[in-house]
């Protein structure tokens, strides 16, 4: 579904993306696993047309995206959720559910995503996104892709700084969506939190992709994991 | 006659209007500027040239085409307008990656070959530009005379400020502005097409200032020069609302008018600068204006 290869990126002078390279296929759950600055937001961001400068190819659905410009990659059918969450504080919590465009059929409808984040239907009349709790905005913040249809989604970190409690319903979400037929790309620190929604992982090291390990061989390469991102 | 803290009613009420009148038009040009910033990031020093031409273009339209004032609300806005938006396609547009500084110096060497093209054609003198029959004339409110057309640009001016603010606030294409403002890149990733974005704002910002163009165009007489005498004040009060900020912008435009009006009647001689001391004061305690948001 998502093929990556030879993907080079930079921030101005700094080159950040040495080739990497790696697939996701239709209806997968694919982490990227590696240390800080490893890299792996800057795939997505390079994935998402985000990055000032990026090079090789990026194949979606058999078409080719390194050229194209943002809006036509989320018209291809990928929706992003940032790190930083990107909740917009000017918007209400409504507008921000309704912000992101229906560019496809079979995406979420309101009363789903409501039954799956039952929080955000009790704080759908706030007036700024940026009022709410930090999982509340996270929650807020993968809700709104679940609407348009895209099928492919990137997730950020959807787990950073949160309590166990809202960790888990994350976790729930994500096995929903997979039962629903979404191919996610999971970047994520929490390998614990990896293993209980992955197929597959992809390691990251200084910007390129070292390693893959199938989720039912993680406990046995716990070592070597270790080893690689260092805790 | 009737005195209000030693000053006849009239020339204090006369003062009043005056101001509102002065505090419709910075109200109009610096929603438009606040709305360009936003979006643009950039200061659009045409604006007053634009303004300008949009008073002009209602001069044509009667001039050349017989095209009477109502008409001429409607059409030089949308003229004027699509002009903008081929600057914007052709020339702003190519200095989004560069420093901010740029877009000004562009805008404001648009603003000086504007001006002198128009005073090349039509001279400094000055075109006078008849108030539409439909509003000739003056009502007696017992405690001064008011104009019909005076009271028609305030009412005017209300209304397309506020239809503004409302579009912004309130709708989905306003929240999609908002968002686009605060992080374009993200709403891009969704999906939408936030180059157009620009270019549709940047359009709907001149044509903001040209319709204030044809309502000041009955007032002041249609001159090459007429938007210069505004454009200072207009940044002054973009600053002191807070920039980009929307009701900021409005609210600081008509109370400003008013209290310049004010100052006419009681310290003369302070009236060209007072909004320039309300902006000092303004900035040393508050930094982003009135009404700007934190950072
Ligand atoms: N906007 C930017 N400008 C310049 N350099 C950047 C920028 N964003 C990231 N970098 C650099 O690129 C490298 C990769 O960063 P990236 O954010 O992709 O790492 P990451 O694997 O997501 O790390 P983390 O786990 O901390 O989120 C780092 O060295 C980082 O300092
Ligand atoms: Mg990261």
Redesign the interface.
């Known amino acids: 579904m998502l093929e990556i290869k030879d993907l080079n990126a930079w921030y101005g002078e700094s080159h950040v993306l040495h080739g990497a390279a790696f697939e996701v296929r239709e209806g997968e759950v694919v982490t990227l696993l590696g240390r800080n600055g490893a890299g792996k937001s800057t795939t997505l961001k390079s994935i998402m047309g985000l990055v000032p400068r990026r090079q090789g190819s990026i194949r979606f659905r058999g078409a080719e995206l390194i050229g194209a410009p943002p809006e036509r990659i989320a018209r291809a059918g990928i929706a992003f959720c940032p790190e930083e969450r990107g909740i917009f504080g000017s918007l209400s919590v409504t507008e921000n559910l309704l912000l992101p465009p229906v560019i496809a059929p079979g995406g979420l409808d309101l009363a789903t995503i409501y039954a799956l984040f039952p929080n955000l239907k009790e704080r759908a009349g706030t007036a700024h996104g940026t009022k709410l709790s930090g999982g509340e905005q996270q929650m807020l913040a993968i809700a709104r892709i679940l609407r348009t249809g895209a099928k492919m989604l990137l997730l950020d970190e959807p787990t950073e700084g949160l309590a166990p409690v809202i960790v888990q319903q994350i976790g729930r979400t994500i096995r929903e969506i997979k039962a629903r037929g979404f191919t996610v790309l999971l970047v994520e620190q929490n390998f614990r939190f990896a293993a209980t929604v992955a197929d597959r992982h992809y390691v990251m090291e200084h910007g390129r992709v070292i390693d893959m390990i199938p989720n039912h061989l993680l406990s046995s390469s716990m070592d070597k994991l270790h080893d690689y991102l260092g805790v | 006659m009737m005195m209000i803290f030693g000053i006849p009613a009239p020339l204090l009420f006369g003062q009043l209007l005056l101001g509102l009148i002065n505090g419709a038009f910075y109200a109009m040009l610096a929603l438009g500027l606040s709305i360009i910033f936003g979006m643009l990031n950039i200061i659009n020093f045409a604006h007053g040239a634009l303004f300008m031409m949009g008073a002009f273009a209602a001069w044509i339209l009667l001039q050349y085409l017989g095209i009477g004032y109502f008409p001429a609300l409607i059409l030089s806005p949308i003229l004027i307008g699509l002009f903008g938006i081929v600057l914007e396609r052709t020339l702003i547009s190519r200095l989004y990656k560069l420093d901010h500084l740029y877009g000004l110096l562009l805008t404001f060497g648009l603003a000086l070959v504007i001006e002198g093209l128009f005073r090349n054609y039509y001279g400094s003198s000055g075109m006078p530009y008849n108030i539409p029959a439909a509003l000739q004339g003056a009502t007696d409110l017992g405690f001064m005379y008011l104009p019909i057309y005076r009271a028609w640009v305030v009412v005017a001016a209300v209304v397309v400020c506020f239809a503004t603010w409302a579009i912004i606030e309130k709708t ?1 294409l306003g ?2 502005l ?2 686009a ?3 374009p ?10 180059p157009r974005l620009i270019t549709i704002t940047y359009g709907c910002g001149v044509a903001l200032a040209a319709f204030a163009g044809v309502l000041a165009a009955p007032i002041y007489s249609v001159n090459p020069d007429m938007g210069d005498n505004f454009i200072n004040t207009v940044f002054a009060i973009v600053v002191i609302g807070g920039m980009g900020s929307i009701l900021g912008s409005i609210l600081t435009g008509f109370g400003l008018g008013v209290i310049e009006g004010l100052t006419k009647v009681f310290y003369p001689q302070a009236s060209a600068t007072v909004i320039f001391l309300v902006m000092v004061i303004v900035l040393l305690f508050m930094p982003r204006g009135l009404f700007g948001k934190a950072a």
Request: charged share 20%; net charge positive.
């Open positions: 989905f929240a999609r908002r968002a403002t605060e992080n890149a993200l709403v891009r990733a969704f999906g939408i097409n936030v």
